[in-house]
Every structure is written in C-alpha cells, then in structure tokens.
C-alpha cells in the first residue's frame, strides 16, 4: 500500500484471501480514505469496512480516468505500479532470494522508500533506526 507522494507499507501475505488482507488494510490505512485500486474482486469489499473506493479496469484497457473533467486523470494506480516496477529492479541482481530472508528484503526497501535519502545520506537513518 503506498500513500500517493507519502509512505508504502510492503507486507508478504500467506495469500491474497479477503480475510487476510482485511487487517492489514484496517491497521494501515485511516477510516473514510479514498482508496484506489485495480479491478481485483478483493478490493470490492472496501466500501464495507469504511473507505471510499474508486477503481481502475486494466482488463478493458483503462489505467487511469479523469473524473472531474480538470484534464487531470486523478482515478490511477499508477503510483504503486510505479513502486513495484523499481522494487523488482531492486530485487533483480539479488536472484534466488529465499522466502525466508524475502521479508528483510522488502522491509530494507520499505525503509529507503519511506527514508526519501540515498547513499551516504541514508547511512546516519539507517544507525538512528537500528540503535532504536
């Protein structure tokens, strides 16, 4: 889950079941958000548990909408599409990482991500955070 200009929380699940998402989606995200999605059924339970929904249909070609007219196609997942595409650049020279240790994996990502600092600038973030 990312928060567009803001945070991205990565979690590896058991499976992609309603009843396992659901927790993770209530623990994360503020009740009443506006939360985008693909067109995956999981998502359709959203309304349900207290967020405002809007969705994108990749199977019929859309990847972004503009609701209100302004020229600005506000309705996309193009942020956490984004994210995941330089996740698994990230994570391609790293070949063969096992399920065990792929947690660490996406929790350093999730850090640098979430830090907004590369390189040496990261290093002080990094001794802050492992000292806490």
Not at 52 to 59: E, G, L
Request: aromatic share 10%; charged share 25%; with cysteine.
């Amino acid at each position: 889950m990312i928060e567009r200009g803001g945070q991205v929380v990565i979690r590896l699940l058991e499976n992609v079941q309603r009843r396992t998402i659901e927790p993770l989606i209530k623990a994360t995200i503020a009740s009443k958000s506006l939360v985008y999605t693909d067109e995956y059924p999981i998502y359709d339970s959203l309304a349900a548990w207290g967020y405002a929904h809007k969705n994108v249909c990749h199977s019929v070609g859309e990847y972004a909408r503009d609701e209100d007219g302004d020229g600005f196609c506000e309705v996309h997942v193009n942020t956490m599409e984004g994210f995941w595409s330089l996740l698994r650049s990230w994570l391609r020279p790293h070949r063969g990482i096992s399920q065990e240790k792929l947690p660490l994996y996406l929790g350093f990502f999730e850090f640098v991500h979430n830090t907004r600092k590369r390189g040496k600038a990261l290093l002080g973030n990094l001794l802050e955070t492992l000292l806490n």
